[in-house]
């Protein structure tokens, strides 16, 4: 079965310091990926996706960034922390394909404050 | 642009009564339409998704849900309220023309509250 791992679980950093969080997928090969936020206990943000190796798509302007160096890997990053990037990250896969009717599934996420 | 309407913030109900959590959408062609549990400080997980055929589609944890074209709806539904079932739960559409990327467009939300 897939699985999907996220980490760290939680996360204080202060502003102005850099960012890794990272994700794995198990069980599958060549999923799509994603990063969201959620803001509040509410609503996701779609941040990045990619449907594969090196291949990422932004979806709002900010001061993050995503990669994919391995097939079930992806990387959500920042050179320098605002106190506006607190919140909990959510990385998500799914099956690819133009008409897949497959949901994405979600980790665990990670809660990030900024200080 | 497809969009996804949740107009209940917050639902309560009584542990035993049913519940009903309103989803509404827009999209351009046919849709597929998802429902996702969130617990505090977990991820999404996912209950039950609309393809084709069957208005009422049956999920887990003995959730389901009808769609109805007419209406551009997708209420989320259970006979028997658990105090379990307190959540926060998200309906999300997919526009099947929008390619491989697969993207979702999530609701707002909505708390349920099941009390005793």
């Known amino acids: 079965s897939q699985t999907i791992h996220q980490w760290p679980a939680t996360l204080v950093q202060p502003v102005g310091s850099p960012l890794s969080l990272e994700c794995t997928v198990e069980g599958t090969s060549n999923p799509n990926l994603y990063w969201y936020r959620q803001a509040a206990g509410r609503g996701l943000q779609l941040l990045f996706y990619?449907?594969?190796?090196?291949?990422i798509s932004s979806e709002v302007p900010q001061n993050l960034s995503a990669s994919r160096p391995q097939d079930r890997q992806f990387i959500l990053s920042s050179k320098k922390l605002l106190l506006s990037d607190s919140g909990f990250y959510l990385c998500a896969w799914s099956v690819i394909g133009a008409h897949s009717n497959q949901p994405q599934h979600f980790g665990d996420g990670t809660r990030l404050s900024i200080l | 642009a497809q969009s996804v309407a949740q107009p209940e913030d917050q639902v309560n109900v009584a542990e035993g009564n049913p519940l009903t959590v309103k989803c509404t959408y827009s999209?351009?062609?046919?849709?597929?339409l998802f429902w996702y549990v969130q617990y505090p400080n977990r991820g999404l997980q996912f209950l039950l998704k609309?393809?084709?055929?069957?208005?009422l589609v049956k999920g887990s944890y003995g959730f389901e849900a009808e769609f109805n074209k007419s209406q551009t709806s997708f209420h989320l539904k259970k006979p028997s309220a658990l105090v379990s079932d307190s959540a926060l739960y998200f309906c999300a559409v997919r526009d099947p023309k929008t390619g491989t990327a697969s993207k979702l467009t999530f609701g707002t939300g909505t708390r349920l509250q099941v009390t005793l």
């Open positions: 999209v351009s062609g046919n849709p597929y």
């Open positions: 609309y393809i084709t055929g069957d208005n």
């Open positions: 990619s449907v594969g190796i090196g291949q």
